[in-house]
């Protein structure tokens, strides 16, 4: 199978702008979970999310164009300027083989919002003339495509909280299959608007105190904002420019509960990460690092940590596993990308980083994530893992580029 | 002291109403023992019946460890009327 290398990463997160410091804030446990009102909420009942500060969104705007852009498009071009930006490319080196797929489960949601409160309050005020381009989830690969000249194939994949694990997993295939030399992947979500906070709120998966992956106690998830984007260079491409590789995109698999759409079920998801460990040509023994799905919600993290026995066994309880999402929020279909990101700069630099508000093991899990503090590995492989509602199971695997 | 759904209250026959009309039972089959599994409340029940609670008494429960432990509808009732107690207290505060 043709190797396929990362070679570039960018983000943008409530940790800041930049894939370093939204590892940063994961390898030293810093949440970036702020408090959070919607003025337009009659009764607004959760009061935190992972929203951009102020300050960063303006930063990302002064390169955007808000009269054609919603904040979903806005954020993942500047996720990908900086992940192209480090890979050395330039739109003269993509063209016919370079494709772009973006994950989003909500597309412009901003502009959703904003038009449907005109439309029934204001009838006779005029609409954004923009809403459709705008609101279309495959605008941020679209706007991607057009700023670098990428003319390869350019689509949005869009299977909620799996959205971007599983366009990073598609773009791995496409450049095996040899459809494309480069794929610039990710994800990208800007849901914090009030009726898309409260459409979550009202799901009652939403924790009104602290996320607690994996914890007794746990009662919710926590939302947030952001783009992850990656990208991905065959071998013979990145070699004959002579780039050096961050790490190897190793394995991939994806696959369907065909249960239920909100209750996942374990032995799917155990089937999904060991297919990515096959497909990486690893064993489970290989995996060092574990960035798990692990929401805060009773459901997942109960169904992962089983899922994760069932993988793992005993070394569940050697092996570092943890969930990031206290500190970037959740980031539904970007969180595959963010996390993609959080387990390449794990593997970077050998160091697992920790699972935050952690209060006690629950037995119902049989897991014990990594808390408190991060802690060095050893391992040549990291696993992240992507469970959406609708069943969809991703999971994708990197291993050291040399 | 007696648990919530055994003290007549009109707080409980509230719940029960509720209960009953969100997951679509006969209100007149709904005692404190009858168990959850067999009223065959389904998630999507939950969600229906959290939503109707919020907007009768204004408190946010969320699909926490203790909702998913509730076995009885007693489990359930005494579970919401600890929330909302708890949740008036803290608006009085």
Redo the contacts between chains.
Sequence with gaps: MKPVYVTGVGAVSACGIGAEALWAAARDGISAVRPIVFPDIA?Q??HAAAALAEADLEEVWKAGDPRTQDRVSALALAAAREAVAQAGLTPGDLGHRCCVIVGSGFGGAQTIDRNSRTFWQQPATRLDPFSVPKIMPNAPASWISMEFGANGPAFCVSSACSSASQAIGFGLQMLRAGTADVAIVGGVEALLVPSGFRAW????????TLCRPFS?????MVLGDGAGILVLETEDRARARGTTPLARLAGFATNSDAR?L??PDAAMAACCMREAIADAGLSEADIGYVNAHGTG???NDANEGEALRSVFGDECRKLAISSTKPVHGHTLGAAGAIEAIVALGALRDGIAPPTLNFAAA?PKIGIEPLHGTARRFSGAACLSNSFAFGGINACLVFSRGD | MPSASERPSAIVEEILDIVARESMTDRSSLTPDTMLVDLDIQ??D??MI??AI?ERF?T??????E??EAKTVRDLCDLVVGRIEASSVGDAV
């Design positions: 009764r009942q959760v709120e009202i799901l009652r998966v939403m924790s009104p007794q106690g746990r009662d919710g239920d909100l209750r919600t009773v459901a629950d | 998630s999507a939950y969600v959290l939503m919020e204004g946010y429960i969320s699909v926490d460890e909702l998913t």
